[in-house]
């Protein structure tokens, strides 16, 4: 193995994951934002800025008979997705493209992802300010956010969900207001689960999920917490990380 690259497990060895020795690398967000999204067999899940496949796989390990698709504008990242899609066996129902959230539909319908095609989208976008970035570009790409960039994920998302499509993110816990505001120019039925680091302490990140073209109310979900106050793992989210338990949350 190139010494720039790791290879990682996840969900306690189902998944084998190479990745980039340096820059951004998958962590908990994505595992939590797989388990987060409710798909089935037959259906066709996005996963939007993917890296190197961490959560659409995570995904797809979990739902036999899921057709996923990995998107990624980073040549070398598309090339370790699909790779890792090769490494774990699920080449006959995922593959990896290299475009930017932001092409028009054109280049979308060109990659095989028509308008209306996807049952589910799934996205980690990068939600963090510009401010202080980090001097690697892979961990500043991923990570850093403009005012514009949530939006235009979210169109993205639109545009490839067939009606009553779901889309499901993770975002900063400190900026649910953003992403409510965002989603409420294509989608409804929001669904907000809080992810706390311990007990008691704020949430600091937010899983949200809301259906395309469809009214109705906020439900916000009782929260999960990640570890006790001792810093072990609660046992739901040993679950989730470990065995690829989906969360269990209600949205209708």
């Not at 706390?196 to 949200?208: D, M």
């Not at 917490?225 to 046992?235: T, Y």
Request: charged fraction near 20%; aromatic fraction near 4%; include cysteine.
């Amino acid at each position: 193995m190139p010494a720039e690259w790791t290879e990682d497990a996840a969900l306690g060895g189902r998944l084998l994951l190479r990745q980039p020795r340096r820059g951004h690398r998958f962590g908990h967000d994505a595992i939590l934002l797989a388990a987060a999204t409710t798909a089935h067999a037959g259906e066709q899940a996005v996963d939007l800025g993917a890296g190197v496949g961490a959560a659409g796989l995570a995904l797809a390990r979990r739902v036999d008979g899921l057709r996923v698709t990995l998107l990624e504008r980073d040549p070398a990242l598309v090339e370790l997705a699909q790779e890792n899609a090769v490494r774990n066996a699920l080449t006959d129902r995922v593959r990896a493209i290299c475009l930017d959230v932001a092409a028009p539909a054109a280049a979308f319908a060109e990659n095989g992802l028509a308008a209306g095609s996807a049952d589910h989208v799934l996205m980690n976008p990068p939600f963090n300010a510009p401010q202080n970035p980090s001097p690697d570009p892979g961990r500043r790409a991923a990570h850093m956010a403009s005012a514009a960039t949530l939006p235009q994920w979210l169109h993205a998302a639109a545009r490839l969900l067939r009606p009553a499509g779901v889309v499901t993110l993770i975002w900063r816990g400190d900026g649910l207001g953003e992403v409510l505001a965002a989603l409420a120019t294509a989608f409804g039925t929001h669904a907000v689960l809080p992810v706390h680091p311990k007990p008691g302490a704020p949430a600091i990140r937010v899983l949200v999920r809301a259906i395309k073209d469809r009214s109705g109310p906020l439900a916000l979900q009782p929260g999960i917490v990640l570890a006790d106050a001792d810093g072990k793992p609660s046992r739901q989210v040993e679950a989730v990380l470990r065995d690829g338990v989906a969360l269990d949350w209600a949205l209708t």
